[in-house]
């Protein structure tokens, strides 16, 4: 009996680890496609808004029709800008550069 104890044992420590190790992929997986989504939505509104930057827009049809997609991507850009301001300029206005 002891020896069927010991058996058992040991399979269900290997079980066990092979279910950590499984979950260590899951988890590395999940993490490298939400890494590689938010590169995408990078690219993707950079090609979009690229025309405020001077790159070459896309048609005018296709910005119009992806702009619900870029709902989220836009709301973003806004709430970024918002709290941007130009403190260089700030400083040679108060030094009073031509």
């Not at 058996?7 to 079980?15: A, G, H, S, T």
């Not at 709301?75 to 301001?85: C, N, P, T």
Request: avoid cysteine; proline fraction near 3%.
């Amino acid at each position: 009996m002891s020896e069927h104890k010991r058996v058992k044992e040991i399979l269900n420590k290997f079980l066990e680890a092979s279910r950590l190790f499984a979950r260590g992929f899951s988890d590395s997986a999940t993490k490298a496609m939400e890494a590689e989504l938010k590169e995408l939505e990078n690219t993707f509104s950079l090609v979009m808004v690229g025309s405020l930057v001077g790159l070459p827009a896309p048609a005018s049809f296709v910005g119009v029709a992806v702009l619900p997609y870029m709902e989220r991507e836009l709301m973003v850009m806004l709430a970024r800008s918002q709290g941007l301001d130009d403190r260089l300029a700030e400083f040679f206005g108060v030094l009073d550069f031509g």
